[in-house]
């Protein structure tokens, strides 16, 4: 069947391998057909133009109801994924799309910086929450540095952490038998974990070590990239809704989509769902075992503190594409008000700089708050988000 004559979701996922062709790192994940990967790798790509016009036809046959088979919500959900692709093609293509309206289209929500009154306030129940004497951001910063695992016990950490909350997730939401995680140390990335999934449940789990890994974020991360996080999402969604439902869309995992946010606010909030609001609590006995550096209790009071400080890395993006400022400048304010020592600030800016995720930091700090209001503390809304399609406004409403 020629690729004009298959059905929306074909198209679509025909689309984002075509497009992936001009942006490294677009497909985030594929474990679809492989004929249809061959044919979209073979030759030279296809024409950014034609790809434009392939997104713009594709939504409009949407909305003329021409796949009768994809209707409701999914004939939503896809909708709105392709005029995230749309966008990146249109980008890609030398188009002059506004940034914000490029985050909006993409990601479906429209993002505002955090006020340097609200960094203010949290720069005050810092104070109050860090120990010691001196500068806030030496205190930051040193506080921060005594949590660090070292390198040699970083593997056996992240292997007691994953048993763990693989346990946890199997009891509360059910994982499939088979699934599969490899974990392994990466450096020279602009992020610091990433889920590389490989279809048939399995995933490669990647974390970098460019910088020390640090105690107060690993379970957090492990939950994040894992359990219940992205791996728990890719293979539920393998297993309920492309084995039993036979939505191939869903075997494609695209960056510049309202996926992506949908797929990152779930997974930041993957840890409370699993061990509750208390996570400092429930992480304490696992490092005590691991006899690795955890100040609990310090630890809940700065976390508390720190909500507006995570969602200004948003700020970052919109001072370096939005506002036009300099590398230099916007490292500079991370350093300032965002409490960081200058190599975690150049990776901070690095990642938002990054064609890829240029517009992607704000499927974390928007995404986060979406899913964490959704959920609001009932693990069958956890669940949901694990196993059905959605699109930010489905949330927001």
């Not at 061959?38 to 046959?61: H, K, Q």
């Not at 370096?320 to 590398?327: A, F, I, M, N, P």
């Not at 956890?382 to 699109?391: A, D, G, K, Y």
Request: one cysteine or more.
């Amino acid at each position: 069947m020629a690729a004009d004559e298959a059905g929306a979701a074909e198209r679509y996922v025909r689309l984002g391998l075509a497009l992936g062709r001009h942006l490294d790192g677009l497909v985030d994940a594929y474990y679809g057909p492989d004929a249809w990967r061959v044919e979209a790798e073979a030759g030279a790509p296809r024409p950014l133009p034609a790809l434009v016009d392939e997104a713009a036809r594709l939504v409009a046959d949407l909305d003329a109801g021409a796949d009768p088979s994809v209707t409701g919500r999914r004939r939503a959900w896809l909708r709105g994924q392709i005029v995230g692709l749309h966008t990146v093609a249109r980008k890609l293509g030398g188009e002059d799309v506004p940034y914000l309206d490029e985050v909006e289209a993409s990601y479906g929500v429209r993002p505002t910086a955090v006020t340097e009154d609200e960094l203010n306030v949290a720069h005050r129940a810092l104070d109050d929450a860090l120990p010691g004497g001196g500068g806030l951001r030496e205190r930051m910063i040193a506080w921060r540095e005594g949590h660090t695992i070292p390198p040699d016990r970083l593997a056996g950490a992240v292997r007691t952490l994953a048993d763990d909350f693989a346990e946890r997730t199997r009891a509360a939401f059910g994982l499939p038998d088979g699934e599969e995680v490899e974990w392994i140390l990466e450096t020279d990335k602009p992020w610091s974990g990433f889920n590389y999934y490989l279809g048939d449940l399995r995933s490669r789990v990647a974390i970098n070590v460019d910088l020390p890994v640090l105690t107060l974020s690993l379970g957090h991360l492990v939950a994040h990239e894992a359990y219940p996080g992205h791996h728990t999402e890719h293979c539920r969604k393998e297993v309920g809704l492309v084995r039993a439902r036979d939505q191939i869309e869903e075997s494609i995992f695209l960056v510049g989509t309202p996926q992506c946010l949908l797929a990152e606010g779930l997974a930041d909030v993957a840890l409370e769902a699993i061990v509750g609001d208390d996570t400092e609590a429930a992480l304490a006995p696992v490092f005590a075992e691991l006899r690795l550096p955890f100040a609990a209790d310090e630890a809940a009071r700065v976390r508390g503190a720190l909500g507006r400080l995570s969602a200004a890395r948003g700020n970052l993006a919109l001072m370096l594409h939005d506002e036009g400022r300099s590398h230099d400048d916007v490292i500079a304010w991370a350093e300032r008000w965002l409490l960081l020592p200058r190599a975690r600030a150049e990776k901070a800016v690095s990642f938002v700089a990054d064609p890829t995720w240029r517009a992607y930091i704000f499927c974390y700090t928007e995404g986060v708050e979406l899913c964490r209001r959704f959920v609001a503390g009932d693990p069958a809304r956890f669940e949901r988000l694990l196993t059905e399609q959605f699109l930010p406004t489905d949330l927001a409403a």
